[in-house]
């Protein structure tokens, strides 16, 4: 009897410790789109607008990040806000950016990349998200961050979950075809 109801409570601490946060159904790829931009450049309030058109589009599977660096976003006087954060430089250089706006999607270098980069211009960020967003996911990821008001403390709880096998290399890494 002892046996079996170790068993039942085995069991059931397994049921009440599984997925919570994240879905166990097979889902297709999300879409990061990082935007290159500055407080001076002229043409990045159009890039802004085509980003956020693209969110309005694929709300749930696109996410908008903006990077100020370069020329554009550095202040000319005291009084004007400063934005940029020394990493995103470094993101810029990785890019191979040409010009502003500029973006990349989930960092894939597509065929209408600027310079061999990643960074592509405001036109081509449409065809990007698409191509990322229709295709499917190796895994489903999902993250909850909660804030301890008390302690000033914040847990994050990731879970992931593998909807299907992984092409592995000789080496034992997985390989990501997109």
């Known amino acids: 009897m002892k046996f079996i109801l170790s068993i039942l409570l085995s069991a059931l601490c397994l049921i009440s410790t599984g997925q919570t946060i994240v879905s166990t159904t097979p889902e297709n790829k999300n879409a990061i789109l990082e935007e290159f931009t500055g407080i001076y450049c002229v043409f990045c309030p159009d890039g802004h607008y085509i980003a956020q058109n693209l969110k309005y589009s694929y ?75 229709s295709q499917s996911s190796y895994l489903n990821v999902g993250i909850l961050a909660e804030h301890d008001t008390l302690t000033d403390y914040i847990n994050i709880t990731a879970e992931v979950y593998y909807t299907d096998s992984l092409p592995i290399d000789g080496f034992g890494f997985g390989i990501l075809l997109n």
């Open 59 to 133: 709300p749930n599977d696109l996410f908008l990040l903006n990077l100020h660096t370069g020329g554009y976003a550095t202040p000319s006087s005291p009084n004007d806000p400063n934005f940029i954060i020394p990493e995103n430089d470094s993101i810029a250089t990785l890019s191979n950016l040409a010009g502003y706006p500029a973006g990349t999607v989930n960092r894939y270098q597509f065929p209408m990349t600027q310079g061999g980069g990643t960074a592509m211009s405001r036109g081509d960020w449409a065809d990007a998200v698409q191509d990322i967003i």
